[in-house]
């Protein structure tokens, strides 16, 4: 039977209405989907290592042939399954707790066994807990799956074992749909990757441990590369995108510079150039600023929220908790002590005063902010929201974090963390950043 790749999966063979609302709570609904739902692990059944051999933590794939099982426990204790394997150098225990009937009624003594798991010592003796294995039944000994040296091993749902899948994967590779490229050839080969369709049979029907090295690098980078390139795009249309244009009058700004009882580092003289000359471009800013706890990210951003001020905009930040939120409030006033602007500390909850700092924040009477979820409520509005400071990050979801930003028109947007993330990594998990 003749399909195709957006084809309902309940038209494969072997498949049928019941089995496809089994793979549709795997993510399973058209061939292409199953094509794509590689697998989690391997048994090989190839290997050199005996049972007398393993070593306690080992992660093992071991051959044997099952020489007896036993249950103990009853339903009022913490039920154990055992099977005893030997290989003819030792035997290993396999065990499960509270195992189903499923489980129970799969071994009988004699039968060829192929297991992989890690290797635990329990009750004096080598064993394995829940690992995965597979039985060679005498009917299937001509089959396709046992002429393989690696099977693989796929997240599973109740009624769809290995076998199923496999046979079922096994039918719709052997029709030779034919899938488009989706990496150019000279990045294929540049990184030496597999093209797509070899990829894709080599992920389900592997023959050697590099057929299985070599297509998932392939589908690691494929990922990897569509997501940076997803980034590299956003940021560029963010670069296009209007801002407001600051301008630096240093009113607010130098009168800070003259307070601090400190001289700036060299670090963050850098790092506060860079945000002036964003925040002066005619373009959103939508900078990363990393740094380890105590090295003045904080008075950097104090930087940036007074000049937006001077150009007559207001400025919020955005904490992940109460108690942090707190400590900026506190800190801005003593920084901005005498300077005549009026910094606010909104939370959640009930407390007196609440409804007049937000009727004052949409008036504009509030210079600065400083609050947690609750910023993004509904009914907080902005006069004339400039600047967005969000700290710690990585506590907000991406749709957070957008709220606040829509609260004004394109502010700019200065995003902190002491995270400690190497430059490279912070580079590829916030592409769309400039850091």
Not at 235 to 243: C, F, Y
Not at 247 to 266: G, N, V
Request: glycine content about 6%.
């Amino acid at each position: 039977m003749a399909f195709q790749l957006h084809d309902n999966i309940q038209f494969v063979p072997g498949v049928g209405p019941k089995r496809a609302k089994l793979l549709k709570k795997l993510g399973v609904k058209t061939v292409k989907d199953l094509l794509f739902y590689f697998p989690r692990d391997y048994i090989n059944k190839i290997s050199d290592k005996r049972i007398a051999d393993l070593k306690i933590n080992d992660m093992a794939s071991v051959k044997g042939r099952i020489t007896g099982f036993d249950t103990k426990g009853n339903r009022f204790q913490k039920q154990q399954f055992r099977v005893f394997v030997s290989d003819g150098s030792g035997y290993l225990t396999l065990m499960w707790f509270r195992p189903g009937p499923w489980l129970i009624k799969q071994f009988e003594v004699g039968k060829e066994i192929y297991i992989l798991g890690k290797i635990q010592y329990y009750y004096n003796k080598l064993c394995m807990t829940h690992p995965d294995f597979e039985i060679v039944q005498d009917k299937e000994k001509k089959s396709f799956w046992v002429e393989q040296d690696i099977l693989p091993l796929y997240h599973l749902t109740e009624g769809i074992s290995n076998k199923v899948l496999r046979k079922i994967i096994r039918t719709i590779l052997s029709q030779d749909l034919f899938l488009d490229e989706t990496l150019p050839a000279y990045i294929r080969d540049t990184k030496q990757l597999m093209p797509l369709n070899e990829a894709l049979h080599k992920i389900h029907i592997p023959d050697s441990n590099e057929d299985i090295a070599a297509s998932r690098k392939r589908f690691v980078f494929e990922e990897l590369f569509f997501l940076e390139l997803m980034l590299a795009r956003k940021k560029v249309n963010w670069h296009k995108a209007s801002g407001y244009s600051m301008e630096l009058k240093k009113t607010y700004t130098t009168k800070l510079k003259k307070k601090l009882p400190f001289t700036l580092t060299h670090a963050q003289k850098r790092v506060l150039n860079e945000i002036v000359e964003d925040m002066r471009s005619p373009h959103q800013m939508n900078r990363l600023l990393q740094g380890d706890v105590g090295s003045g990210k904080t008075i950097i951003s104090i930087f940036a929220m007074l000049l937006a001020i001077e150009n007559g905009f207001q400025a919020a930040i955005m904490a992940p908790t109460e108690v942090l939120a707190t400590q900026h409030y506190f800190s801005l006033k003593e920084f901005l002590e005498n300077f005549g602007l009026r910094v606010e500390l909104l939370l959640g909850g009930v407390f007196a005063g609440k409804e007049d700092i937000k009727a004052a924040i949409e008036r504009g009477d509030v210079n600065i902010v400083i609050g947690t979820h609750s910023l993004i409520q509904k009914d907080v509005n902005f006069h004339k929201l400039g600047m967005v400071v969000i700290d710690e990050q990585h506590r907000f979801g991406v749709m957070q974090r957008l709220t606040l930003t829509q609260k004004g028109q394109t502010p700019d947007k200065l995003i902190m963390s002491a995270t400690p993330i190497p430059r490279s990594l912070a580079l590829t998990v916030y592409g769309d950043l400039d850091v």
